[in-house]
């Protein structure tokens, strides 16, 4: 287990970091008479490639969660994610990535008038962005070694329910391999 410390908490652009990993609060005012169409949206988001529960080929790919929140009789919208890296990375991974579905969220809120480069979405973000009081992380590693351990852990599962690797299971190596399998 991993131990963060104050000096792992630190701020370069707005919101907190911690480790390798930032978060992210966007506040934003929807447009009168748009709580339907921004509803709407955010269900065509989630039933997007990428972007479904338990579907993890998100396209941003730093990112470790995300989510939407319509509050106060939709009249409020708030986005708030964790990524890894700088805030500019992702500002620049977010911005070259197709962002019609995005797009078709943020045409609902006030002071969105397209985002038709890096500099537009840096400015509406950083309009919208308030940095979060507090925040904290359950788990170390970046989104890349969280699935590599993932895809390890699947690879070494299908090895211990092969009955052919019985005999290889038996190598006392492995007994600390096999003792964290069992606490699993």
Do not use: C
């Not at 990428?50 to 969660?65: C, F």
């Not at 507090?134 to 993932?150: D, I, W």
Request: net charge negative; glycine share 6%.
């Amino acid at each position: 287990m991993t131990t963060m410390t104050a000096t792992d908490v630190q701020s370069a652009r707005p919101g907190l970091r911690v480790g390798t990993t930032s978060e992210f609060t966007l506040f934003f005012r929807v447009r009168p008479g748009h709580g339907e169409a921004i509803r709407q949206a955010l269900q065509d988001l989630q039933n997007s490639d990428g972007y479904r529960p338990g579907d993890y080929r998100i396209p941003i790919a730093v990112i470790h969660e995300a989510r939407f929140a319509l509050f106060d009789d939709d009249t409020r919208l708030l986005f708030a994610t964790s990524f890894d890296g700088s805030w500019d990375a992702y500002m620049l991974d977010f911005a070259s990535k197709p962002l019609q579905l995005f797009a078709a969220i943020f045409e609902h809120v006030e002071g969105y008038e397209g985002l038709p480069d890096l500099a537009a979405v840096k400015n509406f973000i950083l309009d919208a962005q308030v940095t979060a009081a507090a925040y904290a992380r359950n788990y170390p590693g970046t989104v890349k070694q969280l699935r590599k351990a993932t895809a390890l852990e699947e690879a070494f599962q299908r090895v211990l329910d092969d009955p052919g690797a019985e005999g290889a299971l038996q190598n006392p190596v492995l007994q600390p391999l096999l003792d964290q399998a069992a606490d699993a």
